[in-house]
């Protein structure tokens, strides 16, 4: 017997006309399509005019219905999973149904489209040579922090995705990180009407996005640009900061902020703040 195929369909991310010529064709053909809600998922097909039947799987029920849907790929069903946006498998479910499927030897086959995380990057401005994406940060502010510390010396782009009511605390957080001058992104409501894209230091874009609550409404991509690779040259604006830092704190701790603050390495801080203060003691 012919085995079916899953094939895993990006669909929009807010803008329903950016739904592919192909993911119509193939939601047209197949005999059933997973999705996470059924009345989300509904409203999209019925743009697209399509009265598939419809099989609901989301995080809750995903590991006690990939039996079923893999024992139906075998019976030959073909199976299209959709996501209530975007990429599914990206901080989506289907990453259950995948692996069961391959492990049943079903071919499992993209038709690929829309992703928020891509396409905040694209704009971002930001280096897209090499980037990581960690998804959701913790709830609470102590496992986001403690999350954040293990990436601050991460020198490739970060990307996560955040929700409005944390989307304050989760700029704050990064300040207190990655220092106030580290450059971030916050990519706000991509394809739809309110899209706002905001490239500045973390400094300016909490002072922003706490100054206007319309800016604190929506879907969120926050973007950071990674540490940069051992930045060495300590240029004037390094040494004020070093300087102001000197005045208040013992050198040990000045220059570990700085190092923060500049993302100069700490011991080059800590040699050049040494020589400071010998030459003053002479
Ligand atoms: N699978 C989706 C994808 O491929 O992007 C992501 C699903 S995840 C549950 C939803 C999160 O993605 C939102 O909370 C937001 O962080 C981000 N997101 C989705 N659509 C967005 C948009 N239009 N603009 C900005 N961020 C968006």
Known sequence: MNLGTLYIVATPIGNLSDISERAIQILKEVDLIAVEDTRHSGKLLQYIGISTPMLALHEHNENKKVQNIVDKLSAGTNIALISDAGTPLISDPGYHLVKGALEADISVSPVPGPSALIAALSVSGLPSDAFIFEGFLPNKSSGRLKKLETLAKESRTLIFYEAPHRIVACVQDMLEVFGAQRVAVIARELTK???????????????????????????????????????????????????????????????????????????????????????KNK
């Open 193 to 279: 009407t309110f899209e706002t894209i905001k490239n500045d230091s973390l400094e300016n874009l909490l002072a922003w996005v706490k100054a206007d609550t319309n800016q604190q409404r929506g879907e969120f991509v926050v973007l950071v640009q990674g540490q940069e690779k051992d930045k060495t040259v300590v240029d004037s604006e390094a040494e004020f900061i070093l300087n102001t830092l000197m005045q208040e704190l013992p050198l040990k701790q000045a220059s570990q902020l700085a190092a923060k603050i500049t993302g100069i390495k700490k011991n080059t801080l800590y040699q050049i703040g040494l020589k400071k203060s010998n030459n």
